[in-house]
Structures are given as C-alpha cells and as structure tokens.
C-alpha cells in the first residue's frame, strides 16, 4: 500500500505455493539489489500470510546476498538432491545396494560374535564329561552296545528268513507315522507319503500309523472313509493300535514284524518332500547307527554346579536365528519329528537298556521322548566309537555320528512354519523349550553323567 515510484517496481507473479497468486509480488529485476534506499519484499509462505524483509542503504547488499545464497541452495534441494532419493532409478538401485552393505556388516559382525562365544563354549567344555560326570552313574553304555547288536542280528536273520527273493531290488524303509486325534492332518500325511511310493521317487515299503486314540481305528464298517485312511490297501497302511497307553512314547514301542531295518520316524504335521525324503534315507545308509533328521538341535553347557555331585546345568538350542549361525556338524539332537534311525533302537527303547526313570520323567511332562532317544543312541555310538578306537582301527575319520541333520528345502522350511501358526501341539505350550533345557540337564545324568550327546 502507498508505494512511490521511487520505493519499488512491483509486478505480479506466480508462486506454485500461492492459492492467491494475484496477492504474490515480486522484483521487476531478479538477482539485484532494489533500485531504491527502503523496499519491502512480500513473500508468501505455506503457513503464513505475509512475511516481509527489508532493505536498507546500509545493509542491503548483504542481505539480498544472502538471500540468493538461500535461493541457490533451495533451487540445488530440488534440482539435484529430491530426484536422486526420489525420483532417478539409478539413485534407487543405489540406495539398495547401501541397504545391502550394511545388512551384509551386521551379519559379518553377528557371526564374529557368535564365533568368539563357540570359541568360549569350547574352551569351557574341553572337560565336559570329566567336570559334569556324576560320582556313581547307574547304567552302562557298554551293555547297551552290547543288546543293540545283538538285536540287529536279530532283525537281519528275520528280514533274511522272510524274504522271498535272494536278490532284493533295493532297500527301502518303514514310515512310522505318529498321530494323536488330528483326522485331517493324518489324512494329508498318509496321501502324501503314498504319493511319494506310487511315484517311485522314495522307495517307501510300508507305513504304519501309532494309534494312541482309546478308540477303535479307522474302518469301514465305522463308516469311515476306504481310500481317505488307504484301508483297500492293507499291505501298505497298517495301524498299531495301543491299547490303555496315549502315552508319547508309544511311537518308539517295539515292533515285531517290521519288513525293513530303517524306519522314519514322522508326526502327522509334517510331510517332507519326497526328493527330500530319499535323500535323507541314503544320508542314513551312510551313517547307520545315528539318528538322520530334518530338524537339528544343540545342547549348550549354561553353567557349572560345585556341588558336591559335579553335575552342570544344559541348555537346549533351538532358536531358528543361533542355528542359523551354526555349522550342522555342531548339531547333537536330531528330533524323531522327521527322523530316520534303525529299527534296533525301537527294542532297546523299550527294553531295560533304557535307564531307570526316563520313562516315568517323560510321561510325567509330555516331553522330551525325542531328546531321550537320542541320548540312548549317541550313548551307544560313543561307546561304539571308544571300541573301535581302542582296537585295531585308530582313526577317526571313520567315527560313527550319533546326530547327523539334512536339509528339506527352504519352501518346505516356510511352508512348515506357516502350517506351525494354525496347529496345536505339544511344542507350542508355555514354557516348551525351558523345560526341555532340564530334561537334557537330567538326561545326562541318567544316562551315566558327564554329556552323553558330545558324540
């Protein structure tokens, strides 16, 4: 209002934050200092109306210096630094491959953590079995060795007996599907572990369910489904019904007329691909005294008691992120959820070569037959290995494993994990995974003391 010609030049101009560019006034002359001694610029902001600066005789030149400095630096913000976060592609393949490199320098810096802790751990269970070794073990790991090969040739002069042909086509291996009161799950399983059959691709022998239910199992004449359960094909699917028992060790009972030396321990809720599956039973014609699974644990020593025993206290390994960082070969668990082992450690299971409590401990907390199991067969294979050590064959590249671990494939790892979300189990209760942080802690001890899964 009430501008001289001798103020200031005023014309109209558009500012592409005005609603109002009528209002928005500005220098005739761009980039120089006014004409005049006093002028008043108008400049309209997003959150104001007006807002003025003014320029005197004195301190004019430094101020409309400056304020080309800011008008430079805005018009550089909008001209080079916004496209390239924003808008140019090549700026996004960088910004990527920035993301990369430094996911790529916290893993580097995870694995040297986790390394510099194995080395610790190693360091500190050297003496493992000397340190935490209890006074007077009560069983013998010898006399299981002993009643496991024993029953082997057992098993081999049966299998023998029974065959019909002196030169059988392949060795092929038992499903021991375990199920407990999921119909679906059991159907899924027993479609797809056929399938596997029927394709050629696993070359499965039979299948036969543990049927803990305290009802009668699946029959036609109860109405149930023929094809759904496979009972037209009787020579194939076979149920083992237990009779006044829902105990979880019913799937390790003995069973008298296996037709195969290799059996595949599996519950209902998983189906390994059958690729998969056969590629696990050659891995374990290659290590046939040990344990061959999908899923592989680890024991940790988590401190040592001074008590007057010498016991320590373990942990059980399980989180998906520390046994990602960790070599298979550590691996000293390989859970009976998918497993294959021989059909041996099923009668020394159920024998009194099993220490006395294990059973009553595990039917008392559901939990922990897996971990029992394969403490019974890494007691046996170490003492095989001492044995074998001792004798005439001093090497140990030929050292038997108690717990060897395959892959099933990365889909069938998601798959599992997403199936996991929508079916209950034993494993998803409160406080699963501590509890069986003590059953390896009390399995150690009752298995003679010292660590009986360091195979």
């Known amino acids: ?60 030149k430094k101020s409309w210096e400056k304020m080309n400095k800011i008008s430079r630096t805005k018009k550089a913000l909008h001209q080079h630094v916004l496209p390239l ?76 007996s029974e065959s019909t042909n002196a030169n059988e086509e392949e060795e092929g291996f038992t499903i021991l599907l375990n199920t407990f009161k999921r119909r679906d799950l059991l159907r899924r399983s027993l479609r797809h572990y056929a399938k596997c059959k029927d394709s050629g691709r696993a070359t499965v022998k039979e299948i036969r369910v543990v049927w803990s239910e305290q009802v009668s199992v699946p029959s036609a004449r109860e109405g149930d489904d023929e094809k759904a359960y496979f009972l037209d ?55 046939r005294e040990g344990l061959v699974g999908y899923f592989g644990r680890m024991h940790k020593l988590e401190n040592r008691n001074g008590g007057v025993d010498g016991t320590c206290k373990m942990r059980y390994a399980w989180n998906d992120v520390e046994l990602f960082f960790t070599s298979a070969k550590r691996y000293s668990i390989a859970l009976t959820k998918a497993a294959f082992s021989h059909a041996k450690y099923l009668e020394l299971y159920s024998s009194e070569h099993l220490p006395d409590g294990v059973r009553e401990y595990i039917d008392a907390r559901k939990n922990c037959e897996d971990i029992a199991m394969q403490m019974l067969v890494s007691s046996v294979v170490s003492e095989k290995n001492k044995r074998e050590e001792d ?31 929508f079916v209950d189990g034993i494993s998803s209760g409160q406080g699963h995974h501590d509890e069986r942080s003590g059953c390896v802690t009390d399995f150690s001890r009752m298995f003679g003391g010292g660590s009986p899964l360091d195979v």
């Open 391 to 421: 004798g005439s064959l001093k090497k140990k590249k030929g050292r038997h494993r108690a717990a060897v671990t395959v892959s099933s494939g990365w889909m069938h790892y998601v798959a599992g994990k997403i199936d996991s979300v």
């Open 1 to 60: 209002r009430n501008f001289t010609t001798n103020q200031c030049l005023l014309r109209p101009r558009t500012h592409h934050h005005s609603p109002r560019k009528k209002d928005i006034y500005t220098h005739t002359t761009r980039n120089k200092p006014p004409p005049s001694s006093l002028c008043i610029e108008f400049f309209f902001e997003e959150r104001m109306v007006f807002s003025g600066i003014i320029f005197d005789d004195t301190k004019r």
């Open 85 to 160: 976060l924003f808008q140019d592609k090549a700026s996004v393949r960088r910004n990527h491959v920035a993301v990369v490199f430094l996911l790529l320098v916290g893993v580097c810096v995870l694995l040297s953590t986790t390394k510099l802790a194995a080395l610790n751990n190693n360091g500190m269970s050297e003496d493992l079995n000397e340190v935490c070794k209890k006074s007077v073990p009560s069983w013998s790991a010898k006399d299981a060795l002993e009643a496991s090969e024993s029953i082997e040739r057992k098993i081999r002069t049966r299998l023998a």
């Open 233 to 287: 094909r009787p020579e194939f699917v076979r149920y083992d019904k237990h009779v006044g028992s829902t105990s979880i060790q019913n799937r390790f009972e003995k069973i008298d007329d296996l037709k195969t030396e290799a059996v595949f321990h599996v519950d209902d809720d998983v189906r390994i691909p059958c690729g998969k599956l056969q590629k696990g039973f050659r891995e374990w014609q290659r290590n």
